[in-house]
Each structure stands twice: as C-alpha cells, then as structure tokens.
C-alpha cells in the first residue's frame, strides 16, 4: 500500500493557487464518493464540501499519494479548533475529480506530526 506524502511549502502554495483558480463545480465527482445506496460515502454531502472547498485560508496541509493518473491529493482544512476536513482530488487528471470527503476531527496536527514524524 503506497503511503502519503507530505508536499513542500513551495508546492503546498503551487497547488492552492491551482485549487484557487477552478470552480468547485469543473470538479467531476469520482463514483467513488458515493456508497452503494447513493449516499456520501463518509457523510460530507456535496453542499457541504463546496463550502469547504472555498476556505483557501484554512487549509493547513497537502499530501498525495501516487495513483495510476498522477496523484491523489489530500487537502487538510482546519476550519475550527474542532473542525478539520479532508477533501481529496485527482488533479492530474481531466476533467479534475473530486475523489472523496471526510471529517476528521480535532486533533489533526497531533495526527499528522504522528504519521510523518513519528511523534
């Protein structure tokens, strides 16, 4: 199973300002996203993830993680002190797809200071 990789500052940004410039809506849901009941997969509804999309200024970090198109990336939204989302996208593919969405909670520094830093 391949794991995820943190990207740099440099790529970080490269990758917001590409998020920045697309509509949320020149996204195609990926199948994936649903589960077999048609219902999100992780409980994050389309609304909902649009509304996270658009708080550029709140994304704490990027990750991918190799995919057979390019990579899958992790967009990491810290919207509140308790409130983080992950919205993950191909973005090297095209049309560009939303893959899936899910809460993560609070602790999403702790969790990732752990996974790549072994803390």
């Given at each position: 199973?391949?794991?995820d990789?943190?990207?740099?500052e440099?790529?970080?940004?490269?990758i917001?300002?590409?998020l920045?410039?697309?509509?949320f809506?020149?996204?195609e849901?990926?199948?994936?996203?649903?589960?077999i009941h048609?219902?999100?997969?992780h409980?994050?509804?389309?609304?909902?993830?649009?509304?996270?999309y658009?708080c550029?200024?709140?994304i704490?970090?990027?990750?991918?993680r190799?995919a057979?198109?390019?990579f899958k990336?992790?967009i990491?939204y810290r919207?509140s002190?308790?409130?983080?989302?992950y919205?993950?996208?191909?973005?090297?593919?095209?049309?560009?797809?939303?893959?899936?969405?899910?809460f993560s909670?609070?602790s999403?520094?702790?969790?990732l200071?752990r996974?790549?830093?072994?803390?």
């Amino acid at each position: 199973m391949e794991e995820d990789i943190l990207v740099g500052e440099q790529e970080k940004k490269k990758i917001i300002a590409l998020l920045r410039r697309t509509p949320f809506e020149n996204f195609e849901i990926h199948p994936h996203y649903y589960n077999i009941h048609g219902l999100p997969r992780h409980g994050v509804d389309i609304a909902k993830a649009k509304s996270i999309y658009s708080c550029f200024d709140k994304i704490t970090a990027v990750q991918k993680r190799p995919a057979k198109s390019g990579f899958k990336y992790g967009i990491i939204y810290r919207l509140s002190k308790r409130n983080s989302y992950y919205l993950l996208f191909f973005l090297d593919e095209k049309p560009m797809k939303l893959f899936n969405a899910y809460f993560s909670g609070e602790s999403v520094e702790k969790r990732l200071l752990r996974k790549y830093f072994g803390r």
